[in-house]
């Protein structure tokens, strides 16, 4: 808490604000003051306004505050593939729909215009914090950043040619330069991204550790998706996918594993071991019948768990708010548990956990003096949130996407009274139809 009189960039009171630090506090009359891009002040509103003062305000009066949703695993440009191949298994929509369609449509206008796309339904939706994974990253980073967004980004490797590198040696040229160009940048983490073990051989996951180790950056991976991957591995390597990677030695506390659906409870202990961040993606994993990820043991383990989306290739949109809800409900069903997941700890797996799964918790994920000024201001008062009781209960399993009112990141404003401040959403849209239109005469073709 300030204790003397201070100028602060902006001061958003008067909510409740939830700010999921390590006392969980909720604070029914609450402010936030933030000054440089960073949380100054935490805490009751007269206190908080008797100790600074704001250059602007934003008035959260019948709103709650809360920090930035983090969506740990996406493809934003894949949002052009939006509803293109629905009701098939994960490895044939991989393998004979969306492959093909990448290497027919993919380049870097593509990759520029899916993620503007993106990058609109993110803010629309309270996600301040994105990890995503594909080509052209360099090209996504730079409109995230042109946007104002926060995104830990993850240029892929895979061992055939792909839009963006025609072998594995000018893959690694590009990924050098990716991390090089946006190491150290405020909003930009870049990072290395093999994109699963049965797309990438054993010495390419080895080199790229040894990359990851070298320049200090994270190694983002899908892992053990489905039962047909994990039976591939067994009969190829010998080994499940998590074994398989504990023998090559690449396991570590800079890996984000996304998925991570088919682990025995010996895999589970070597990624908690480990140090390795797990992204679970409720939804997409249920739209592919991928399986359920073991959820409830992970968390018994204390392992990093966040959330994400997947592209919308296969959710089909990217609202976590529904990644939240269906998280809470499905390890219910499937345990014949309704305490399994509780409410608060579904939307931790989006916040402070999510964070801690992209080790990224030092900086966001909560509303603490010195972490960054990622936040989030929603309407309480719609009609399905009425009435109130639980706070957790309204933020798990009633609020939408379409209840954020307004998003700061790093202490600027990107969305005010549902308005983007930073993106042209028309444009958006507009480019968006016409390249869609374009990638379906492309496949009749």
């Not at 999921?20 to 206190?47: F, L, T, W, Y």
């Not at 039976?231 to 984000?256: F, I």
């Not at 507009?430 to 374009?438: K, N, S, Y």
């Given at each position: 808490?300030?204790?003397?009189?201070?100028?602060?960039?902006?001061?958003?009171?008067?909510?409740?604000?939830?700010?999921?630090?390590?006392?969980?506090?909720?604070?029914?009359?609450?402010?936030?003051?933030?000054?440089?891009?960073?949380?100054?002040?935490?805490?009751?509103?007269?206190?908080?306004?008797?100790?600074?003062?704001?250059?602007?305000?934003?008035?959260?009066?019948?709103?709650?505050?809360?920090?930035?949703?983090?969506?740990?695993?996406?493809?934003?440009?894949?949002?052009?593939?939006?509803?293109?191949?629905?009701?098939?298994?994960?490895?044939?929509?991989?393998?004979?729909?969306?492959?093909?369609?990448?290497a027919m449509n993919v380049d870097e206008a593509f990759v520029r215009c899916g993620t503007r796309l993106g990058l609109a339904e993110l803010i629309r939706g309270g996600i301040t914090t994105v990890c995503d994974m594909y080509y052209f990253e360099n090209a996504v980073a730079e409109e995230m950043a042109a946007a104002g967004l926060r995104g830990l980004l993850g240029q892929a490797?895979?061992?055939?040619?792909?839009?963006?590198?025609?072998?594995?040696?000018?893959?690694?040229?590009?990924?050098?330069?990716?991390?090089?160009?946006?190491?150290?940048?405020?909003?930009?983490?870049?990072?290395?991204?093999?994109?699963?073990?049965?797309?990438?051989?054993?010495?390419?996951?080895?080199?790229?550790?040894?990359?990851?180790?070298?320049?200090?950056?994270?190694?983002?991976?899908?892992?053990?998706?489905?039962?047909?991957?994990?039976?591939?591995?067994?009969?190829?390597?010998?080994?499940?996918?998590?074994?398989?990677?504990?023998?090559?030695?690449?396991?570590?506390?800079?890996?984000?594993?996304?998925?991570?659906?088919?682990?025995?409870?010996?895999?589970?202990?070597?990624?908690?071991?480990?140090?390795?961040?797990?992204?679970?993606?409720?939804?997409?994993?249920?739209?592919?019948?991928?399986?359920?990820?073991?959820?409830?043991?992970?968390?018994?383990?204390?392992?990093?768990?966040?959330?994400?989306?997947?592209?919308?290739?296969?959710?089909?949109?990217?609202?976590?708010?529904?990644?939240?809800?269906?998280?809470?409900?499905?390890?219910?069903?499937?345990?014949?548990?309704?305490?399994?997941?509780?409410?608060?700890?579904?939307?931790?797996?989006?916040?402070?956990?999510?964070?801690?799964?992209?080790?990224?918790?030092?900086?966001?994920?909560?509303?603490?003096?010195?972490?960054?000024?990622?936040?989030?201001?929603?309407?309480?008062?719609?009609?399905?949130?009425?009435?109130?009781?639980?706070?957790?209960?309204?933020?798990?399993?009633?609020?939408?996407?379409?209840?954020?009112?307004?998003?700061?990141?790093?202490?600027?404003?990107?969305?005010?009274?549902?308005?983007?401040?930073?993106?042209?959403?028309?444009?958006?849209?507009?480019?968006?139809?016409?390249?869609?239109?374009?990638?379906?005469?492309?496949?009749?073709?």
């Open positions: 808490m300030m204790t003397d009189m201070q100028c602060v960039d902006t001061l958003i009171s008067g909510g409740v604000v939830v700010t999921m630090d390590p006392h969980r506090r909720v604070i029914a009359d609450g402010a936030v003051a933030v000054k440089a891009g960073k949380i100054v002040s935490v805490g009751e509103r007269q206190s908080v306004e008797a100790a600074c003062r704001p250059q602007h305000c934003i008035d959260a009066h019948g709103r709650t505050v809360i920090p930035g949703l983090i969506n740990g695993h996406a493809h934003l440009p894949m949002t052009l593939f939006r509803g293109l191949a629905d009701d098939q298994d994960v490895d044939d929509w991989l393998q004979h729909t969306i492959f093909p369609a990448e490797l895979i061992d055939f040619p792909s839009p963006d590198a025609s072998d594995h040696a000018m893959a690694l040229d590009v990924i050098h330069r990716f991390v090089e160009r946006w190491r150290g940048h405020r909003l930009i983490t870049p990072a290395i991204a093999p994109h699963a073990p049965y797309t990438v051989g054993d010495e390419h996951l080895k080199e790229a550790h040894r990359f990851a180790l070298d320049h200090d950056c994270p190694f983002i991976i899908h892992l053990a998706e489905s039962q047909h991957e994990v039976a591939e591995s067994v009969r190829l390597k010998g080994a499940r996918p998590v074994e398989h990677l504990a023998h090559l030695g690449v396991l570590s506390n800079r890996m984000v594993a996304a998925h991570v659906v088919w682990a025995e409870n010996h895999e589970l202990d070597l990624l908690a071991d480990h140090g390795v961040g797990v992204v679970h993606n409720p939804q997409s994993n249920m739209k592919l019948a991928s399986g359920v990820a073991p959820l409830p043991q992970m968390l018994l383990r204390d392992m990093a768990v966040g959330l994400g989306t997947d592209g919308s290739a296969s959710n089909n949109d990217l609202s976590l708010w529904e990644e939240i809800d269906t998280a809470a409900k499905l390890h219910k069903l499937v345990t014949a548990d309704p305490k399994v997941i509780s409410a608060q700890q579904a939307f931790e797996l989006a916040t402070i956990h999510g964070a801690r799964a992209l080790h990224l918790d030092q900086q966001i994920g909560s509303l603490e003096v010195g972490k960054r000024a990622d936040l989030v201001v929603l309407e309480m008062e719609a009609i399905n949130q009425v009435p109130l009781s639980s706070i957790y209960s309204a933020l798990v399993y009633a609020t939408k996407a379409n209840d954020v009112c307004d998003l700061m990141v790093e202490g600027q404003v990107l969305l005010r009274d549902r308005q983007l401040t930073s993106l042209d959403e028309q444009q958006i849209k507009e480019d968006g139809l016409a390249l869609r239109h374009q990638i379906i005469q492309r496949l009749q073709g």
